[in-house]
């Protein structure tokens, strides 16, 4: 997978039944997003979730990966 982007990416974990990646997108200052990749590589979504709300984390992306259920 080729990744054309000017900013640190890194990909967590894979779901074969969709295709996609879960990743991140290293934004700087405006911190690091959770992001999802499609099997080329194009990003499909990416967001910067940190905080403590519902749709929010507390941990790392680093730490983040796709559960059986197809849910992060």
Avoid: H, W
């Avoid at 894979?14 to 996609?20: A, F, L, S, T």
């Avoid at 992001?35 to 992306?61: C, L, M, T």
């Amino acid at each position: 997978m080729e990744i054309e982007i000017l900013v640190p990416v890194g990909i967590r974990d894979y779901d074969p039944v969709k295709d996609v990646c879960l990743g991140y997108v290293d934004k700087g200052s405006d911190g690091v997003g959770l992001a999802i990749f499609d099997a080329q590589g194009k990003i499909i979504i990416s967001k910067v979730r940190r905080g403590e709300g519902s749709n929010d984390y507390s941990s790392s992306a680093l730490t983040m990966g796709l559960g059986a259920d197809g849910n992060i």
